[in-house]
């Protein structure tokens, strides 16, 4: 299973960017699927997840954020608006083939497959 993002890039608060994932090697499991990021000097933390149509999100992105997923393409997207400075950092996608309760979809250690990063920033 390989994962690729693209999509980061620079932006003024108030900006939108879309983020997309490509999951290569599909072999019809069901995968859970998260969005998760890292800035500087701070620990990855968990954005938003998505399993079917369940999706959950982090406090600090709701309402601004959104997750998809077209399964069709197996490609996994964010698209992010409102943008805010303190949202600036590298952007990654993750998968995993264990089941994951709700509560746990945003926990880094739940998911076995990463992508490489994309940065994300954010200018005031």
């Known amino acids: 299973v390989q994962l690729v993002e693209s999509g980061g890039g620079s932006v003024q608060a108030g900006g939108s960017l879309r983020l997309s994932c490509l999951l290569s090697?599909?072999?019809?499991?069901?995968?859970?699927m998260a969005w998760f990021r890292q800035a500087p000097g701070k620990e990855r933390e968990g954005v938003a997840a998505?399993?079917?149509?369940?999706?959950n999100y982090a406090d600090s992105v709701k309402g601004r954020f959104t997750i998809s997923k077209d399964s069709a393409k197996n490609i996994l997207y964010l698209e992010m608006s409102s943008l805010k400075p303190e949202d600036t950092a590298m952007y990654y996608c993750?998968?995993?083939?264990?089941?994951?309760?709700?509560?746990?979809?945003?926990?880094?250690?739940?998911?076995?497959?990463w992508g490489q990063g994309t940065q994300v920033t954010v200018s005031s």
């Open positions: 998505i399993i079917g149509s369940a999706t």
């Open positions: 090697e599909y072999s019809g499991k069901t995968y859970y």
């Open positions: 993750a998968a995993a083939t264990r089941p994951i309760y709700y509560s746990q979809r945003l926990e880094t250690d739940r998911y076995n497959y």
